[in-house]
């Protein structure tokens, strides 16, 4: 079975009575509640627990991490921040949700400044195009998805150009947002996907649900290593092939002090 975590800064959910009425479980609590539902083993960890509740033990045991965070970013540890950032080089999938693009576990794998974006709170509708109709994470879906009231982002959004782009938005004042964009980085599959802003029911929607349970399904790992067990491809190397003798003999103390 799929082993997911969904990790929420979980602050809003708490402290504002509008956010807690929509989600009275916490974002996590209802993102929990329909990836079990579709069979998927989810538990939860939030900011305030000791190390985030994403200690090594639990990471190890993590196939898939699902990250909202929006107030309180700077305040993720940045030792949190680097084991998060080992596991997904190592094979552990991301699945990084709406303003969790300005996080720092998101910003250090894309390696720009992420939290550049335009945005307007004024519940427009937004329609979420699908540009990819055969990739996994668009399976089951219609050519698009109608949210009925969502916080706008808009480009330019600073972001390196995905591998993989399969959800263009459109938002009624007339902007457009990058909505579904995949990376791979190292052995890890990262999934970010734009809709979720807390004041708004988006996560209960069934075909947003749709895409992020299609999303755990893809970024499962395949393969995943041992961290620090690959260090033995990266050495030097005695040729696989019988060489011919060209003379050359490398300069002895050149490599000496290469890692
Ligand atoms: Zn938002």
Known sequence: MIRVTVWNENIHDTEVPQVAAIYPQGI??????FLQAA???ARTATLQQPEHGLTEEVLENTDVLIWWGHAAHEKVEDAVVERVHRHVIAGMGLIVLHSGHASKVFRRLCGTPTGRLKWREVAEQEILWVIEP?????????ENIIIPHEEMYGERFNIPAPDELIFISWFEGGEVFRSGCCYRRGRGKVFYFQPGHETFPIYHQKEIQ????????????????????EETNFKPNPPIMQLRDSGFRSIEGLHEHKK
């Open 28 to 33: 996590h609590g209802c993102i929990q509640g």
């Open 39 to 41: 069979g998927i083993s």
């Open 134 to 142: 055969t990739h996994p994470i668009a399976q089951g879906l219609g």
């Open 210 to 229: 749709q895409v992020i349970i299609n999303a755990v399904h893809w970024a499962v790992p395949q393969g995943r290593v041992e961290l620090g067990s």
